[in-house]
Each structure stands twice: as C-alpha cells, then as structure tokens.
C-alpha cells in the first residue's frame, strides 16, 4: 500500500542544536573508536533488526492502529562506490517526527553523566573494547556514523496509521534538521556520504565481512545489493548436536555484544514441551560485564514469543543471582501482550524461570565436576553474585551451597575447596563447618583465632568476600552440618580431635581467676566480659563475639554503608592462661593488688588483641605504653653495665 506523505504548512526544514550532552558523545565516540570504525555498521544493523522486531511485534498486538505491510521485513544495504553512498533501508516501525527529533537528537536514556566520567577514564586508559561496551550499553550506537560519513539523511515513515513522512539531515557538526519527506512506505533508510578515507564502506567485499562478523545471526535477511549476507537461522530452535561450537561462539559474542568474553564457559541449550512449552539457549560468560557487581545491570535474556522478540532484556526469566548469565528463551505459551510490568506475576513466566534456574545450575554443577580449571575462572569472576542465591531462593539452596568455593586454612597455595570436599576431609567426629570472615585471607590465616584449629589439624574456611556475612547467615547449615563461625561464643575442640601436643600442665586455677577479674576491673568500659581461653595456644589475648551478635568484620561492613554509624556490640576478651603474661598478671594480682602495672598489662592484652585484627584503637596510648614496657626492659639489660659506669 502507498501513503500520501503529508506536506507540513511549513515546508521549510526546520533546524535543531543537538543537545550539548549528544555533542560531547559525538566527539567521544569519534575520537576513541577511531581504530575500529566498522561498528558503526553493526549499530546500524542492530537498529535496523530492533526497528523490525518492534513492526513485528505492532502488527500483531495493535493492529488497528499501525499501517499493514505485506513485505517480508528485511534489511537493505545499497553500495554506490563511485559516489561514496552507503545506503540502509528496513520496513520496520520507522519513527514519527517527534520521535526523530529525540532519538536521534538526545540521549534519552539516563545516566548520562555517568557515561561520560565512565567513557572519558575509560577512553584515557586506551581500552576500546571498554569503550565499546559502553557505548553499547548506553545507546549512542548511531553516532557512530559521524566516524565514517561527513553527511548522513535519515529519512523514515513511521508504521503507526497517519503520520507523516520526515527527512533528518546532520553532518554530525553540532545540528541537524528535519524536513518534510517522501517515504511512502513505513520504515527507515539511512543515506551514508562517507568521508573518503572511509569509501572502503561502499566497497562490497568490505560491507560482507563486516555483516559477517557482527550480525550473522540477525533474525532477518541482511542483503546487499538483492543477496542475502548472513544465517538468519533461530539457532536455539535447532536440534542440540546440530549446532557447532563455532556457530555457539559466534552466535554468543553477538547476543552479548561482545562484553563477555570470547567464547561461552559453558551451554545450556534445551526445549521443553510440558507444562510450558519453550526453547531456550543460555551462556555461562567468560568475563563480567561493567556495572554487573556495581548495578542490577544484566545482559539477561532475550525473550521471544513465537520467534517475535517480545524483550531485549528480561529480567524475570532468571533469578538475580544468575544475572550473569545471557542467551534466548523462545516460547510458544507467552503471550505477545505480557509488559515489564506484569511479568512477575506470569505464572508461565514464573515456570520458565525456575526451569531455567533449575538447568543453569546443573550445568555449573557439571562444570565444576568435568571441567574445574574453566570452573575456577567462573568461580573468580561470578562467585560473589551466585553467593546471593543461598538467601533469596531458598528451593535451590542445597544445588547453590555445594557450587560455591572458597579459601581455608589447610588449602595449600590459595586453591579453593567447596562444601562437599571440606566434608569429605573432616574427622568423623567434627560436627560443624568451621568458618572466619574479614577482609584479607592472609590476615585471617595468621588469626589467633585458629590456634587451636591449627593444633588439630582441622580446616577452617576463610570467607573475605562482604557478601559472605550475609551467605553464611543465610545458608545455616550444610548436608546436616551447621555453619559456625569460630569468632563466636566459647569454643570447645578436645571432643572433635586431640591437639598435636599436649596442653601444657593446667594453669594456676587462682591465678587465672586473679588475672580475668583484674582484666573485667580494668577494661569494663571495652568489653563484655573476660574469660580464658580454649582457642589460644601461643598468643596472649583475643577478642571474640557472643553467640547470636553480630561479628567484627559485619559490623565493620554496615558501617561502611551506613551514613549513621552503627555503634558497635562490646565483645568478650579471651586470655591464654598458660600465656607468660596471664601468669604474672595473675600473680601480681594476687600479690600486690595496687600495683600500677595491672592497669598497663591489661591494656596490653587488650591492644595486642586489636592488633592481632588489623586494628589500633588509640596509637598514641599504645605508643606510650610500648615505650614504658621497652624502657623497662632496656634499662633491665643494660643494668650491669649502667653499674660498671659508676
Ligand atoms: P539505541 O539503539 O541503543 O537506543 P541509537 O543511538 O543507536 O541508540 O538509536 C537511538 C534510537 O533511534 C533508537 O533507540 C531507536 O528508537 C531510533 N532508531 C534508530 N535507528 C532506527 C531505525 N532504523 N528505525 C527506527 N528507529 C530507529
């Protein structure tokens, strides 16, 4: 059908500023994507193909009020050498005047400052592949053009019933103008005038390679002068072992616009026919994308209903712990009307989503088990947004628990080990999964802390990721095994396993007492209460939480985020009594109760406890006592000859 173009009273083209923000991308983009101008194309191709599934998708759910097109859609490049023209052309949706002047004159979308300190560090390192996925991600793929054309025209005729043709014209020079145009048929066609160091881009062989490399699997026929130049095929609609890992790759790279890696970690591809029918093709990443761990930002999934591209990222098909992963889900029981909005509450959505959870689990899982090396580069890279799984989906928390690896004491060389392997190495008599968290592996290694651990050989696991706190709080317990954290309560191993050597003979009881009553007097207004210890071995003094509160580390992370400080919970201070220090306090206690030395070896043992976590409360005291205690002892050696001098 043919549409009589609507001639405005005003016939004159009408000028626009782009807006300052789009002029500053402009010379962004140019400037940094200089090395690599072909993508232009592919951003082309991609609004193109963006521009069909939206016709596609008109026409089946609002009918009355879009224009009927009987054509097939497609995308047309027309190469005209001679006259540098690089021509493309879709029957997709096209856009209404009002629609030209924002899409193509603003960044609509938000953020848009963010973008520019995020492009301009990112530009000054050099890292175009950074670059590009920025600009992918926040849409300003059609500048590109200004890379290679010195003059472009957009003309287009929007699908929806009675509106009018428009030209848009812009030498990416700081304005653009739209006019009145002559497009009869619904869609867009783009006029390239490229610059002559780029004339390669109407050049053929040229135009071929790059529709093969960025768009060979986009759903529609791509020709160039009349012959079709990519697959099109739906590939996740093919038969598993019909498709090559070559085709996997490729067809990877492009639903994730290259930010994820080379090459897929791992395949999940399936159909199912019951009680939801559908097909789906899942990627496990090589690499994350920005934004992933800073945002709910995700590739996601694309979802198709019957092979109509309904969204280009869907975030209810995938729970959020498995936002890293991307691919297609394509089913024949979603219907065409479903929003953003009432996807949540979809119940055949809903039943996709826990079969794809269900799949991509199971898929790590076999990862994990046949592959460990390439699981190990997953682990690395998405550990921390799979370890928020164990609290939010508490079906699958069992398959989550056993894929998560972390660091432990007796992990030699900082290799991993998992759930099942530290089960599988305890004594038969431990009945718990011991654990530490902070911040540095290393540091917790040396914890005093894992003293007695060490003593008996039994393995603790060294959690130093934030999410961790919250991981274990939501896991509790393993195959039967509860989660405990050796930073908590009182803690008794001689029923799980004998230490190496024996115990030193047991402590003057009165002594002791002495010294944690004397300890209690001093540094009442600091913790909790004062007791010995069963943890310590060779260090003095160390401080631990009462069951059920919050340990250090977590404290230290809220407070991080809250802008309010959280006031922390006073915690017990744990004396070695067989410590040389704990003996002759409790000595001098006993002894000489006035003593102004009970009150300086208390706060020793307090401070070294601090400083066994990293921590130094008040370094000018600490720094005083220290000189006190190393005068003291200075002077002490150097006394025979002090002596002598006289
Ligand atoms: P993005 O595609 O990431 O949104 P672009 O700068 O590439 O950013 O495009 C801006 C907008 O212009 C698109 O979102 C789309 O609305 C519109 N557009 C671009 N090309 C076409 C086309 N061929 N047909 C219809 N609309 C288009």
């Known amino acids: ?67 009927r097109t009987e054509e097939e859609p497609g995308i047309d490049l027309t190469l005209d050498a001679p006259n540098r023209l690089l021509v493309i052309e879709d029957n997709g949706v096209g ?61 287009t005729l929007s699908l929806k019933a009675g509106e009018a043709p428009v030209v848009w014209r812009s030498a990416g020079d700081g304005s653009f103008t739209v006019a009145a145009g ?54 996740w609609r093919m038969p598993r072992a019909k498709v090559t890992h070559e085709q996997h790759v490729e067809f990877f790279k492009l639903i994730s616009n290259g930010v994820a890696g080379d090459a897929p970690l791992a395949t999940v591809h399936w159909s199912v026919d019951a009680p939801v029918q559908f097909s789906a093709l899942m990627y496990v990443p090589e690499k994350a994308s920005m934004n992933l761990f800073t945002s709910r930002e995700r590739l996601g999934l694309r979802l198709y209903a019957r092979r109509v591209l309904i969204m280009e990222s869907c975030d209810k098909l995938l729970p959020t712990y498995l936002r890293f992963l991307c691919g297609v889900v394509d089913s024949e029981d979603v219907s065409l009307n479903v929003s953003r909005e009432t996807l ?70 900082g290799a991993l080990i998992g759930l099942e392997a530290y089960l599988k190495a305890k004594p038969e008599a431990q009945k718990a999964i011991y654990f530490l968290t902070g911040t540095d592996g290393a540091q917790l290694a040396s914890s005093p802390l894992l003293e007695a651990f060490r003593a008996r050989d039994l393995d603790v696991l060294l959690l130093t990721d934030p ?54 007097k001093v540094l009442s207004d600091r913790v909790q209460g004062v007791r010995a210890s069963r943890r310590l071995t060779e260090t003095a003094s160390c401080l631990v939480s009462r069951a059920g509160d919050p340990s250090a580390n977590l404290e230290r992370l809220m407070q991080a985020f809250d802008e309010d400080k959280v006031e922390a919970k006073k915690r017990i201070l744990e004396v070695n009594p067989n410590h040389a220090i704990v003996r002759s306090l409790g000595l001098l206690a006993q002894r000489d109760p006035q003593s102004s030395r009970i009150q300086l ?16 409360d008040d370094p000018a005291g600490l720094v005083r006592r220290l000189q006190d205690l190393i005068a003291e002892s200075a002077q002490q050696a150097a006394a025979p000859f002090a002596a002598q001098k006289t």
């Open 601 to 616: 070896y208390a706060e020793m043992l307090y401070d070294l406890a601090r400083l066994s976590e990293g921590v130094v």
């Open 1 to 67: 059908m043919t549409i009589e173009p609507t001639i405005e009273p005003n016939t004159e083209p009408q000028q626009f500023a782009f807006k300052a923000e789009v002029q500053r991308v402009l010379s962004l983009v140019i400037n940094s994507l200089y090395t690599n101008p072909e993508v232009f194309l592919r951003e082309l191709v991609s609004n193109a193909s963006d521009a069909l599934d939206k016709a596609r998708f008109l026409q089946l759910t609002e009918s009355d009020a879009v224009v």
């Open 344 to 413: 949540q509450e979809n119940i055949t959505v809903r039943a996709i989503e826990q079969q794809l959870t269900k799949q991509a689990l199971k898929a790590l899982e076999a990862l994990a088990a046949e592959e460990p090396a390439k699981y190990l580069t997953f682990w690395k890279e998405f550990g921390v947004i799979l370890k928020e799984g164990v609290s939010t989906d508490f079906r699958n928390k069992d398959a989550l628990a056993k894929l998560y690896r972390f660091q432990s004491l007796r992990a030699v060389g």
């Open 182 to 235: 002559e497009r009869t048929k619904p869609g867009t066609r783009i006029t390239l005038h490229l610059k002559e160091d780029s004339a390669e881009f109407a050049e053929e062989w040229r135009v071929e390679h790059v529709i093969e490399k960025y768009s060979n699997f986009v759903m529609f026929p791509i020709r160039i002068g009349g012959k079709v130049a990519n697959h099109s095929s739906a590939l």
């Open 467 to 520: 999410i961790d706190e919250w991981m274990v709080n939501g896991l509790r317990t393993f195959e039967g095994c509860e989660l405990v954290s050796v930073a908590h309560g009182e803690l008794d191993l001689d029923a799980v396993a004998a230490p190496k050597q024996a115990a030193e003979a047991p402590a003057d009881e009165d002594g002791v007492k002495a010294a944690v009553e004397a300890l209690e």
């Open 95 to 155: 856009m209404t005047r009002d629609e030209v002047v924002e899409n193509l004159g603003t960044i609509a979308r938000s953020g848009t400052s963010e973008f520019f300190e995020k492009f301009a560090e990112v530009s000054k390192g050099g890292d175009k592949d950074r670059a590009l996925e920025l600009i992918g991600q926040f849409g300003v793929g059609f500048y590109a053009v200004f890379m290679v054309a010195e003059r472009v025209e957009v003309e």
